[in-house]
């Protein structure tokens, strides 16, 4: 089996969703998901858990932030988990890694693991997210097009298409997140922390004194049509 990453977006609350949704809209974390999922966090032998952390997560907020480099919000083919412009947040993940070019697309897909609730909380034509092999975690339904779908999280590390991803993410929601990171092949969890509150009904577990948090970037702004919201990116390691 393969160890795994975590990706989330939390509020003040450690909120991640509510009524079966995403309460906000912050289009420099849907690009960033879309990024750090499709590409991945690692590049050959350097990786943003080098000691170098910091000025790496810093230098993707810097161009995943810039009048450049921004991404525009409500893109064709983003779920709502992601809806960056696609070419602005390769751009950006490109300097994220070190300013390394993302891999070429042949050299096989990462994976993303979700709960049954999140894939469905998806709209049908932005599922399954593309150039990712997608795996829906169900006990009560078998059948997801386009993805494939396990009974438990053993058996989804476990699938060939998920051991011979380069990268594998766990992208929630709730329940499977606090499942997933009591888990001993968890090895990080990268989260967006968003600076306000959304009267979430489903939160993020707390991270236990086994993940170190190894990175963070600075507070950023985004102004949204209906709010502005603070925001940073965060690193989590064991
Ligand atoms: N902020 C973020 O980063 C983020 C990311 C993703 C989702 N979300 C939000 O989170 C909310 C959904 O979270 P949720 O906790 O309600 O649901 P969820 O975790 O997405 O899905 C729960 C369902 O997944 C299946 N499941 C969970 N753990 C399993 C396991 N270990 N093995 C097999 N199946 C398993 C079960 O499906 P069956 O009932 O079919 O057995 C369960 O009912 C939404 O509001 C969504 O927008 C937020």
Not at 62 to 77: D, I, M
Not at 203 to 218: H, L, M, Y
Request: glycine share 8%.
């Amino acid at each position: 089996m393969k160890h795994f990453s975590l990706i989330a977006a939390l509020d003040s609350d450690n909120g991640v969703g509510r009524d079966q949704t995403l309460p906000w809209k912050l289009r420099a974390d849907m690009a960033f998901f879309r990024d750090i999922t499709m590409n991945g966090i690692c590049r050959g032998e350097k990786c943003f858990a080098s000691t170098d952390t910091r000025s790496e997560i810093q230098r993707a907020e810097l161009l995943y932030l810039s009048p450049h480099a921004r991404p525009e919000a409500g893109s064709r083919g983003a779920s709502p988990l992601e809806q960056g412009n696609p070419d602005s947040s390769s751009a950006a993940g490109a300097a994220f890694h070190g300013g390394q070019k993302a891999k070429p697309r042949d050299q096989g897909k990462n994976a993303v693991i979700m709960g049954r609730k999140t894939w469905e909380s998806l709209p049908k034509k932005h599922r399954p997210l593309v150039d990712r092999h997608n795996v829906v975690l169900s006990r009560t339904e078998t059948s997801f097009a386009g993805a494939e779908s396990c009974t438990d999280i053993e058996t989804a590390l476990s699938l060939p298409t998920v051991i011979a991803a380069p990268e594998v993410f766990i992208i929630g929601g709730g329940a499977v997140f606090a499942e997933a990171i009591k888990h001993p092949l968890c090895r990080r969890v990268i989260l967006t922390r968003i600076d306000a509150r959304f009267g979430c009904d489903v939160f993020f577990p707390v991270i236990s004194d086994r993940f170190a948090c190894t990175g963070t970037s600075d507070w950023q702004v985004e102004e949204g049509k209906t709010a502005t919201l603070r925001f940073r990116f965060e690193l989590w390691e064991c």
